[in-house]
């Protein structure tokens, strides 16, 4: 460490420090929990370069943050509330014009305003750790202070197109690569960017709202920029941040940022912004129960996962990664090999997708065991099911766990539509059961619905949460009904569609209808993709105990019996060629006969009558949910939909767009 002046500590704020270092002044947000820059933080930035520029002996500044994060953007709390000064983009013009040296020491995420701040400073000192990113536009908003503006001219145009309208966040090491860091320190961060400031003292600073912006190849430009538009979906974010990028190469520094000033105010008031904001909380408050606040979740290392089809193979990589031991059973030692190849096929994927080292993968592969012995599930401090969904299985299954599995070990069901509590009752300690819903490909999708058995403990229930936080997965608490609380609202808006198809509309209505809303698919190009066979196979073996009395939409049954099972197929709702999908004209002829079969005289639907009944149809089941206590709150609905069935995040999800009116 350098030698350090007399260790005052200089309160400029609440929540911003100075202390000497060296002649240098060391300036640390610490505004838990991720040094958002709320108003008494930008007020603390504003003093501190005041003491600096009055104070002879400091030779310079390094601005850090305090503990994992640098700082993770602009306080998204203060959206909404009356402005208090000094403003971001007042704190951003001040560190970028002044006199001394201003080096940002990034320790972590610098996020949203985090790098704004960092792009004002006249060098960028990395932690090998950090991230660094500009992603308003997943908030539905441009950056505010000058980050359209002054990453084009560090960077140039399209790497920071890239970053802006893509809203990803960069590692240290890439970060270096394009130059948006100057230096990545190898462990010495702080004592890096004081030498830093001490070597640039007294020189002309690298100011970077005055560099030029590096010239894209235009047609290289208008390509990405037509891509972020295409893929917009009606999301104005990213089509405004590729304006603003675009101006930056063109129009001097202060007219672009007036520009994208107005900008981000005008999609800070807009719906979007607030229906994504809302999910932004929604997402970080799922999991979250109150009652649990003080159950410490179990330590758990080795975990049991018993059937090694595509969801027990997904479940086994998402475990992997986290860092436990898996053992994974199969019924034979052939299927279990099967299992094992083809978990580490998913695993290799990942190494030739650049997500995962060689090195990572074989210290993953290192901790799976895969086994056609129940025995060697002994050893399992929990054991999830993923074997095929029918009760008499997953009840045989648990039973010869009960048999194998120490009295404290936790039995999870993988069940999408089984009674868990059924299960549950089938077993000898039905209070270390618990319901982990997890979607398909488990080791992609972010969503897990734990579900609360009417039995499960406390800690239990606790321990599902921190496994599935672990995973890095969202868990969305659920209480036991058929479906849970996606599937369930799944049902009703397919019903719902189903009932327009009767009165007139066509698939090929209603999905462009929610393609338009913002779905990434259509309902019925949803299901071609997945494939319409196994919910026939379903549907035959539930033939028997429906009532003849209630109505049934016979098409999806036509449909596979005349060998339409979707894309994979060829046919299914739609017809496939090439890879393309189409219209087929045979389709509306089998529901047009239908229609008149069931005598009903079909009317032109418009898009927007679709949208507000399917719409409508998802509100009214999440409060029959709510209702009923099967979800816990309006917001959990939400995220279910939005990381479960591909609701629009820039809609908010059903229930914020059905109060929002
Ligand atoms: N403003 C206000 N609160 C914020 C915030 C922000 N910019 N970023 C995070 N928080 C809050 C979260 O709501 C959460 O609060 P809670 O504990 O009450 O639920 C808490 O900080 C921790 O956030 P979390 O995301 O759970 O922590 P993490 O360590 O996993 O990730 C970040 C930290 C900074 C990477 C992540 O929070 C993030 O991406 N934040 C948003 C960054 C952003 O979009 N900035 C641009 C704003 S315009």
């Not at 400091?58 to 602009?74: N, Q």
């Not at 013009?93 to 972590?108: H, R, T, W, Y």
């Amino acid at each position: 460490m350098h030698n350090t002046d007399a260790q005052t500590i200089l309160a400029f704020s609440p929540t911003v420090r100075g202390a000497r270092s060296n002649g240098i002044l060391l300036v640390t947000i610490d505004n838990p929990p991720v040094n958002a820059l709320s108003a008494d933080v930008r007020a603390g930035l504003m003093a501190a370069l005041g003491h600096a520029a009055a104070d002879e002996a400091i030779a310079g500044l390094v601005v850090t943050g305090a503990g994992k994060t640098f700082v993770g953007g602009a306080d998204i709390r203060e959206f909404g509330k009356p402005p208090v000064e000094p403003n971001l983009p007042a704190v951003i013009a001040a560190l970028e014009s002044a006199s001394k040296p201003v080096i940002a020491a990034i320790n972590g995420a610098a996020l949203g305003g985090g790098l704004e701040v960092a792009l004002a400073c006249h060098a960028r000192i990395a932690a090998k750790s950090a991230s660094l990113g500009l992603p308003e536009v997943t908030l539905g908003l441009v950056p505010g202070a000058g980050g359209t503006q002054r990453l084009p001219r560090l960077i140039g145009a399209l790497p920071a197109l890239d970053m802006i309208a893509g809203g990803k966040p960069v590692d240290a090491a890439t970060a270096l690569r394009t130059g948006l860091v100057d230096a990545i320190a190898d462990g010495q961060l702080l004592e890096t960017a004081i030498s830093h400031a001490l070597e640039l003292s007294g020189k002309p600073l690298r100011r970077t709202g005055l560099l030029k912006v590096a010239v894209p190849d235009p047609a290289a430009f208008e390509v990405a920029a037509k891509k972020i538009r295409d893929r917009a979906r009606g999301r104005l974010a990213p089509v405004e941040a590729t304006r603003l990028v675009q101006l930056a190469a063109t129009v001097d520094l202060e007219t672009g940022l007036a520009e994208e000033r107005a900008t981000f105010l005008r999609l800070r008031d807009s719906d979007q912004s607030a229906a994504l904001r809302h999910a932004f909380f929604a997402e970080r408050g799922a999991g979250k129960v109150t009652h649990l606040k003080d159950v410490d979740p179990r330590p758990l290392s080795v975990i049991g996962i018993a059937g090694t089809g595509l969801m027990g193979c997904g479940i086994a990589v998402a475990t992997l990664s986290a860092g436990y031991r898996v053992v994974a059973l199969d019924q034979t030692p052939e299927a279990a090999a099967k299992g094992g190849e083809r978990i580490a096929g998913l695993i290799r994927q990942s190494v030739a997708s650049g997500r995962l080292s060689d090195a990572a993968a074989s210290e993953q592969l290192s901790r799976l065991n895969v086994t056609a012995d129940i025995s060697d599930l002994a050893a399992a401090d929990m054991v999830i099911e993923a074997v095929f969904d029918d009760f008499d299985v997953k009840v045989a299954l648990f039973r010869s766990l009960d048999a194998v599995v120490r009295p404290d070990a936790i039995l999870v069901t993988n069940t999408s539509y089984l009674d868990p509590d059924a299960i549950a009752a089938q077993t000898v300690r039905p209070e270390r059961v618990v319901g982990l819903h997890f979607f398909s490909p488990a080791h992609v999708m972010r969503l897990i619905e734990v579900v609360r058995c009417a039995r499960t403990d406390d800690d239990v229930l606790s321990t599902a949460l921190a496994f599935a936080r672990k995973l890095k997965k969202i868990p969305v608490v659920c209480g036991v009904c058929e479906g849970f609380v996606g599937n369930r609202i799944f049902s009703a808006y397919r019903s719902e569609a189903e009932r327009l198809l009767e009165e007139g509309a066509l698939p090929q209505d209603i999905d462009r209808a929610m393609e338009a809303y913002g779905f990434p698919m259509g309902l019925f190009a949803v299901y071609d993709m997945a494939g319409l066979e196994i919910a026939w196979a379903r549907r035959k073996r539930q033939a028997a105990a429906r009532d003849p009395a209630a109505p049934y939409f016979e098409i999806p049954d036509r449909l596979c019996e005349a060998g339409r099972f979707g894309a994979k197929s060829g046919r299914g709702w739609y017809v496939y060629e090439d890879g393309k999908r189409r219209v087929d004209p045979q389709v509306d002829a089998m529901i047009d006969a239908y229609r008149v079969e069931k005598g009903f005289v079909p009317r032109a639907i418009g898009d927007d009558e679709i949208m507000e009944r399917l719409l409508a149809s998802m509100a009214r089941e999440g409060e029959a949910l709510l209702a009923q206590g099967i979800a816990d709150s309006p917001d959990d609905i939400d995220v279910v939909m939005i990381h479960g069935y591909g609701f629009p995040a820039h809609h908010g999800g059903p229930m914020f767009a059905a109060r929002r009116g």
